[in-house]
């Protein structure tokens, strides 16, 4: 289980009255994988989430004994939308047990989707390999080892659900580090938007000054104030995952010469090599092209390396940038190089 309080506590308010469907086969996991499973299902319940969980293959009467000795709220019920809303209504956990169940069978998928369920996560044999969240359309253009497997993931999305969940049955707590975290432990295809890059508002500003507080205080980013960002926020973008911001950038256009500054690029520490980076600034870049900006530019003095070797940037003498940037660079006293690309 996490140990970072917040990053679960961010999920609570978004998880609360939504509908999971857990599918599994208690005979074949291990008693502790189990157990860690069924007490994730108790947290689950605490912040509101209602569950179903559908037991396949043998081992039912253990999972009714799990739930009985954690003192959950449950009642079996058959595979019945309308009996499990009922039980679901009334804040209990519906047990369906159905051995001959496929565990993304149509059955299990319909049933899901007139619940009107958020997620429907499987519990798998094996780790799923391919990432940790598969947009539905590359899931359903997946090649390779997994291809039926998010094949068959993309259609359930199709079909109205929208997140499935690929889980390894073998990992001991392996809902919660799935469930609350932005980057989980097994593979989400997704689809909603549980990745997306927006414009900043007024309610991000606070977000945002936290987030980039440490970098701005080793010097790695130019320090800003509230007021700064709250008079450019047409200027900033914010990435997030699952509706929590974990980077942002700036651009700042020119009128004279008519370029654009890329600025304040930054991704959570726990989120960097993900690629979160090279995301925020194509958007920056195919901003800057809407504008009709024909080059940006950026100042780094640790990332130079980063914008030359993968984005395309070139060194570019400090002369032909805006004299007012000029004019600040030269007063702050920092060490930056300056880099630029061309918009096609």
Known sequence: MQSDVRAILQYVPSFRGKTFVLVLNAARMTQLALAEALLDLIALQQVGV????????????????????????????????GQAAAILERGQLALIESPELPFLGDEVVNFAGELGAFK???????PAEG??????????????????????????????????????????????????????????????DYLSIREIGPDDISELLAMVGRSMRDAHLVPRSYEEIETSLQDFQVLTIDGNVVGCIALHPSAEPCCAEVACLYVKQNHGGLGYGHLLVEAAEKRASKLGIPWVFALSTRAVNYFTESLGYEPCPIAEIPPVRQARLQASGRESTVIRKRLS
């Open 50 to 81: 209602k569950l179903v969980v559908i037991s396949t293959g043998s081992g039912e009467a253990q999972v009714s004994q799990l739930l009985t000795d954690g003192e959950l709220k449950w009642q079996a019920t058959p595979l019945d939308a």
């Open 120 to 126: 429907l996560i499987t519990l798998i044999p094996k």
């Open 131 to 192: 990432g940790t969240a598969i947009s539905r359309e590359a899931a359903q253009q997946w090649r390779g080892p997994e291809e039926e497997l998010f094949h068959r993931a993309a259609e359930v999305c199709v079909s109205g659900i929208p997140r499935v969940h690929l889980l390894d049955e073998a990992h001991q707590g392996v809902l919660m580090d799935e469930l609350f975290s932005n980057e989980g432990v097994g593979v989400m295809v997704y689809a909603d």
